[in-house]
């Protein structure tokens, strides 16, 4: 295993973001701010409490895996692609690395970023709302999974993606409205009970709800499902990178 | 010597169907300066590419020090550094990390030391903190092959170097080299330019259209091929070659006769010319010779090639 070229995708892609860091850390702060604003102040003030926790910091468990998921799968597909766009991968494919210290050093990277953003939102929450975490082990477990296997689908999206529209379509068309309709800003129960059967096939719901249940005590699925969901959904991730280093698909000609 | 390159039977068609590399065997000596020589399109750059394992043969096996590029990619890769020939390089970065991270992707512990002085060996040194982007394209070039070296390679494939480059950086790159070749590295490089071939190289290959036309040692190249002619200067021009000099290799130009020779033989026949063309009343006013170089050597061989094809 060669640690060492581990160490420095790790480093070189960090470097990307520290030279970014204070845009990395203000628009975070800014657009969760602007959520409590409108959701938690403005609509959150006419309605009282969902499952017992009051509208204002029920959203922020939903606003963190938004910014998350979406972040993670970004950066993890910005940071292959870039080198595959300027050139440089060149370098990647001539040493003597294996695609699995690849995988490492740039999901990790990307993983990090997406951590260090979602705990930016954690904090800028507590600003606003009043709130104890119940589960925070589990808490960190659920950000951590999250930003883990989102980073894995960026990093399938930039190996695939033949150009920058290619590299938003995916996380535009899929990821945002998933997350959207997962349950980031109500309770799967507050739905219709139709539109609670179709929401069940929405992957992303499970997620949110187990990351609430850390947070609340309560959850719209059963915690084992949540865990359930979230280790399948790694594991495909897993699986089709895998394959594409196994075949060289879209990498090695 | 030993060979530290082993390509054999190498082919390489790509996705779309075209056959880049039609079977090529090669062998590169450890130590060596080896020139490939080539027109555009001829397979110079797949073929390093294949052995750098940026493509993937289609059929072949190559080795690197013994090691099989594909079984034993680790230890195959860790004796090879590349330049590329485009400059493919990060542009946000700056000069020092970009050669720390090409360093480390090859598993070689940090070494500050190390690296200043390849930075130093290629007037890089002062340039170390600035970003990539603010660097002229020659010294790009130079961060590409620092970052070739960061790692200590044996085997460094230069992929047309000196394109684009000025005169002065085309010599601190030579003396480069040499230095790289003092310490026992094996150099493989492709050019445009014959004369740079023509002084640098060990040996020189030739290739075009997928195929190795011929790999040799330069001198002996020069020699073999090396044609000299003999410009015979008259003092009346004639319209024909006259019947007593019917035995050799006349050509009629201008005011004068051009007659060709192998150096390689024991008897070139100048002599018996001078003395037929004496006999046959031609009266000479100067005598010139003139060796072929490289580069007609290397025109013929292609046009040979081409043609055939
Ligand atoms: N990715 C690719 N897909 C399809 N064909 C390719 C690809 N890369 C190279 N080729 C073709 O393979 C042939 C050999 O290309 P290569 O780049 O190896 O030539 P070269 O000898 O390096 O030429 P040059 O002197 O211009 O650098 C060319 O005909 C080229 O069009
Ligand atoms: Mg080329």
Redesign the interface.
């Known amino acids: 295993m ?1 640690f ?2 581990i ?3 790790y ?2 892609e960090m ?2 973001f520290f ?1 970014t860091l204070m845009q990395s850390f203000i628009s975070p702060v800014i657009s969760t701010s602007l959520y409590f604003v409108v959701f938690g102040t403005a609509i959150g003030s006419r309605i009282e409490s969902v499952e017992g926790v009051g509208y204002g910091a029920f959203i922020v468990p939903g606003l963190i895996m938004l910014s998350v998921m979406t972040q993670a799968t970004s950066n993890a597909s910005f940071g292959i692609y ?2 595959k766009f ?3 991968i ?8 294996s695609f699995f210290e690849i995988t490492v050093g740039y999901v990790g990277a990307a993983a990090t970023k997406a951590m260090f953003i979602g705990l930016v939102i954690l904090a800028t929450s507590f600003l606003f709302v009043d709130f104890t975490i119940e589960h925070p082990i589990a808490m960190i477990a659920f950000l951590t999974l999250t930003c883990l296997s989102f980073s894995l689908l960026g990093f399938i999206i930039g190996i695939w993606a033949g150009n920058f529209e290619q590299l938003q379509l995916i996380p535009l068309l899929i990821i945002t409205p998933l997350v959207f309709l997962g349950g980031s800003f109500y309770s799967v129960t507050m739905l219709p009970p139709i539109w609670q059967t179709i929401t069940m096939f929405n992957p992303v719901v499970y997620l949110i709800s187990g990351f609430r249940w850390s947070f609340f005590g309560t959850a719209d699925v059963s915690i084992g499902l949540s865990l359930f969901a979230i280790g399948l959904f790694t594991c495909i991730c897993l699986g089709i990178i895998a394959w594409i280093f196994r075949t ?1 698909w879209r990498i ?2 | 010597m030993k060979n530290i390159v082993e390509v054999r039977s190498l082919t390489k068609t790509y996705d779309g169907g075209f056959e880049a590399l039609k079977s090529v065997d090669l062998d590169i000596k450890q130590g060596e300066i080896i020139a490939l020589l080539g027109p555009n399109g001829a397979g110079k750059t797949t073929l390093i590419s294949s052995i750098c394992g940026i493509t993937r043969a289609t059929s072949g096996t190559i080795s690197i020090g013994g090691h099989d590029n594909v079984t034993a990619f680790r230890a195959a890769r860790n004796l090879v550094g590349l330049v590329p020939q485009e400059i493919n390089l990060e542009p946000f970065e700056k000069v020092i990390n970009t050669v720390r991270f090409s360093r480390g992707l090859f598993g070689k512990a940090p070494s500050d030391a190390y690296i200043e002085s390849v930075l130093k060996s290629l007037s890089l040194w002062d340039k170390k903190d600035s970003k990539v982007m603010a660097l002229s394209g020659g010294m790009k070039r130079r961060v590409l092959i620092a970052k070739a070296l960061a790692h200590e390679p044996r085997v460094l494939f230069l992929d047309e170097p000196t394109a684009g480059v000025d005169v002065e950086l085309r010599k601190d790159m030579w003396e480069v080299v040499a230095k790289l070749k003092e310490d026992g590295v094996t150099i493989i490089l492709t050019t445009h330019y014959i004369e740079e071939a023509e002084a640098i190289a060990d040996r020189i290959g030739v290739i075009a259209s997928g195929e190795i036309l011929l790999v040799e040692d330069k001198a002996d190249l020069m020699t073999r091929m090396g044609q000299k002619t003999l410009k015979v200067d008259l003092a009346e021009p004639i319209s024909e070659i006259p019947k007593g000099l019917s035995a050799y290799d006349l050509t009629i130009e201008g005011e004068g006769l051009l007659y060709s020779y192998d150096t390689k033989t024991d008897r070139t026949g100048i002599t018996s010319l001078l003395a037929d063309l004496q006999k046959a009343g031609l009266k000479m006013t100067d005598l010139q010779t003139r060796q072929s170089s490289l580069e007609e050597i290397f025109v013929s061989l292609v046009a040979d090639k081409e043609g055939a094809a």
């Open positions: 060669n060492q070229a160490k420095s995708i480093i070189f470097a990307r030279r870039f080198p300027i050139g440089t060149y370098e990647l494919l001539s040493a003597p690395v060289g090695r000609q």
